[in-house]
């Protein structure tokens, strides 16, 4: 069984910074593609990050490249997004997903959501003055 957690969203002000924690049991991050996926009310999922496993690479949606950043450790089997610079556009509930299709698969496909077969239950992140 595979189980992904999300954790660390919260309330922050605009321009303050946020670090979200993706916690994986089951199965390795190694060797899988873990995506960052947010939806805000009325608005579909959006892939924003995906951190790939072979070779190790990182992706990022433009409405976040610069501020956000992605990244792994595999001893903790977690992967973590840290946020900074923080607008109320930003607000959205924040998704982990796994996928295990392949790091050449995720190459051309880290953006789909159906690509990935584990997803945690969500983390609210919201910012506002």
């Known amino acids: 069984q595979v189980h992904v957690e999300e954790s660390g969203g919260g309330s922050v002000q605009p321009g303050e910074s946020l670090s979200l924690s993706c916690s994986v049991t089951?199965?390795?991050?190694?060797?899988?593609?873990v995506g960052w996926f947010r939806q805000a009310p009325g608005k579909e999922r959006e892939a924003i990050s995906c951190?790939?496993?072979?070779?190790?690479?990182?992706y990022y949606a433009d409405s976040v490249k610069g501020r956000f950043t992605i990244s792994r450790d595999n001893s903790l089997n977690t992967v973590f997004l840290q946020m900074r610079d923080l607008s109320p556009e930003d607000t959205a509930v924040y998704y982990c997903?796994?996928?295990?299709?392949?790091?050449?698969?995720?190459?051309?496909?880290?953006?789909?959501?159906?690509?990935?077969?584990?997803w945690g239950q969500g983390t609210q992140v919201t910012v506002s003055s």
């Open positions: 997903a796994v996928g295990t299709y392949g790091s050449y698969w995720y190459r051309s496909h880290w953006a789909d959501a159906k690509e990935y077969e584990h």
């Open positions: 089951g199965f390795s991050v190694t060797y899988s593609a």
């Open positions: 951190v790939n496993d072979n070779p190790e690479t990182t």
